[in-house]
């Protein structure tokens, strides 16, 4: 397994077009996340997936955005009618969330390399 | 919100030690504190956490002070490839997504 992989690493489209990227975490990772990172901000919550199931979504996720974890592994996040304003990296990172001696332990995060992607 | 405060830049030379600080004032006792960096084009990495004992891995040590309301991040040999962001953040419990601020941009210099 060679982390987490993101696709495309790049993408531009026209206003008011629909993207889908792709996120495929370590196999063994229960949690994935998605974050939006701007030039010269850190990275910003979107949501996250425990298994197939969507846990929490931030504020920031227009109803324009939809995430998808169908089958507990790979996840799709999708722009729908794209505005100047979506473009940004979009990055996805995945971890264990696992019990150990009887209480749950959580490691790390694993980021991928993100998506960026330029609305025109 | 971020709960940290971090200087926006700091420069080091190469083969130095590099001492990143961050200030969390409001730190509750369940709290972690977490290290990750962004090197350029890349997604952020994890560095290293702490509750309230110093650690220490491959990577780098992790000073928090006793009334838990500062850390410091140290980088013992700073090499040009550790020139990147780095976020402190602060965490409850794993179920609260990582909340990342602005961090410290850390330039090592030849």
């Known amino acids: ?120 | 919100d971020a709960k940290t405060t971090q200087p926006p830049s700091m420069d080091c030379a190469e083969g130095r030690a590099a001492n990143l600080p961050c200030n969390h004032s409001t730190i509750s006792g369940n709290e972690y504190v977490y290290w990750y960096r962004q090197i350029h084009s890349q997604g952020p990495q994890y560095i290293i956490h702490g509750l309230k004992n110093n650690e220490t891995n491959e990577m780098a040590s992790l000073i928090i002070t006793e009334d838990r309301k500062s850390s410091t991040l140290i980088l013992p040999h700073a090499t040009l490839r550790d020139t990147a962001v780095y976020y402190c953040i602060v965490r409850a419990s794993g179920n609260t997504p990582l909340v990342f601020g602005k961090g410290t941009r850390l330039s090592v210099i030849a």
Not at chain 1, 15 to 30: A, K, L, M, W, Y
Not at chain 1, 42 to 53: I, S, V
Not at chain 1, 69 to 87: H, N
């Open chain 1, 1 to 120: 397994d060679t982390g987490v992989s993101q696709d495309p690493r790049h993408k531009i489209t026209k206003r008011g077009q629909n993207v889908t990227f792709r996120c495929d975490p370590i196999s063994e990772h229960n949690r994935l996340y998605w974050y939006r990172q701007t030039l010269g901000q850190g990275p910003e919550f979107l949501t996250y997936f425990q298994n197939e199931a969507q846990l929490e979504k931030s504020r920031l996720l227009s109803d324009r955005f939809s995430a998808e974890r169908p089958k507990g592994s790979f996840s799709t996040l999708e722009i729908q009618r794209t505005e100047q304003g979506d473009s940004a990296m979009y990055l996805c990172a995945s971890s264990l969330r696992a019990s150990g001696t009887g209480a749950f332990v959580s490691y790390g995060y694993t980021f991928g390399s993100g998506t960026r992607l330029t609305v025109v």
